[in-house]
């Protein structure tokens, strides 16, 4: 077995190192912030939160948030405290960071391989209910072998491809088939089916989306009866994300939903998802006014999917986003000089939170906390269990 460390340090360090990095902003208003900057308003996160949280109490499925978005144990214990029932993770290093800030029940909505990070997810389950994703026997033996090794169990759940051309089983019988392997392996426990409908969030058109979503539930739901039929355990069905949580959240047979967006909102899912508010944005300053352009200093390794990005209170369109550089077109009798600091919404928010170290937490107009992105990035950054 891997040597492993604790990554408890790793992620007091990182507190540490951006309170003091980016604590002179506190008490500063926003529009005087270093920029580019991440801005949370904890207020508008805080209502998107408890929004999502009463509309789920009339309904079927519970929400485990996938906080892969947002990379925040603070946001994440929120989400928890409103009612959520664990959270998702994307990668491994996530699920170490929320697993060391106290949240106990984790899905890493991935299929993972790797002895270190194998190893890890199996210590991990030491100390937190953990479940990852998984697809194929060999990968899952490898997981159990691991589990064994570190004395714990893991969760799985059976990935289905429910149309998105991802990971996951095609078929209802590779399921089954599959279920049959997983259940002889020691060190693991099969808990369900996953099944996130992510090609819904590609389909603008609400009428399509409806419809992809209804044909992707469809087959994730029978699967799982059929799991239960062949006498397979599957307790948990779960998929969904902001673009179609209303209705995966309605039907019956899933039980709990991936969604993780809501939280803080960005243009993309803002585009199909209007009731959230926009809690994220990039402060930037003006730095170049051509005649006919605005050019701000927040470019494409500032903003995830940049091109939809917009300039709050302002309506210029973006010509290019180059790495430092955000262009938008001048309007006529343009109120923008070279010096103003003016706040973006996104174009997509995991995108965009991944390139900054902390949030300006702000209320109202003023920054009151500093809170870390961690981990960022796709390395492991040293969070090894
Ligand atoms: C597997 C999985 N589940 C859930 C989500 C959450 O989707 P959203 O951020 O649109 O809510 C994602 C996002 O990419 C995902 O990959």
Redesign the pocket.
């Known amino acids: 077995m891997p040597e492993l460390v604790h990554a408890g340090g790793v992620i007091d360090e990182t507190r540490e190192r951006v309170k003091l990095a980016y604590g002179k902003a506190i008490g500063k208003r926003r529009s005087e912030v270093i920029t580019p900057a991440l801005i949370l308003d904890r207020h508008a996160a805080r209502r998107n939160i408890e929004k999502m949280a009463n509309r789920l109490t009339d309904l079927p499925a519970k929400i485990r948030p996938?906080i892969?978005?947002h990379k925040s144990p603070e946001l994440a214990r929120m989400q928890v405290e409103a009612g959520a029932i664990g959270i998702?993770t994307?990668t491994v290093w996530e699920a170490v960071v929320m697993v060391r800030s106290g949240l106990d029940s984790i899905f890493i909505?991935?299929t993972v391989d790797g002895p270190d990070k194998l190893a890890t997810i199996a210590v991990l389950a030491r100390d937190a209910d953990v479940m990852v994703a998984v697809d194929e026997a060999e990968n899952a033996a490898r997981i159990a072998r691991a589990a064994q090794a570190a004395g714990s169990t893991v969760g799985v759940l059976i990935e289905v491809d429910t149309g998105m051309d991802r990971a996951g089983v095609d078929t209802a019988e590779q399921a089954l088939e599959l279920a049959g392997k997983l259940v002889q392996m020691k060190g693991i426990r099969l808990l369900g089916v996953?099944g996130?409908e992510?090609h819904c969030?590609l389909t603008p058109e609400e009428d399509l989306r409806a419809q992809r979503q209804h044909q992707a539930m469809t087959f994730l739901t029978r699967t799982a009866e059929d799991l239960r039929t062949k006498g397979y355990p599957c307790p948990i069905v779960s998929a969904?994300?902001?673009?179609t949580?209303n209705l995966t959240a309605a039907d019956p047979h899933v039980t709990e939903i991936?969604?993780?967006?809501?939280v803080v909102m960005d243009n993309f899912?803002g585009a199909m998802v209007g009731d959230f508010e926009k809690a994220l944005t990039v402060a930037t300053t003006v730095i170049s006014r051509p005649h006919d352009r605005v050019i701000v200093d927040a470019g494409n390794k500032s903003l995830g999917a940049p091109a939809l990005s917009t300039i709050i209170g302002h309506d210029n369109k973006g010509i290019r986003f180059d790495e430092e550089h955000g262009i938008f077109v001048s309007r006529d009798n343009e109120p923008l000089r070279v010096g103003d600091v003016v706040e973006l919404v996104p174009g997509y928010a995991?995108g965009t939170v991944n390139w900054y170290d902390a949030y300006h937490v702000v209320e109202d107009d003023r920054v009151v906390d500093i809170w870390p992105v961690i981990p960022r990035g796709p390395g492991h950054g040293g969070l090894i269990a």
């Open positions: 996938h892969k978005v998702s994307a909505v991935n996953t996130y992510g969030s969904g994300g902001t673009a949580w991936q969604a993780g967006s809501y899912h995991p």
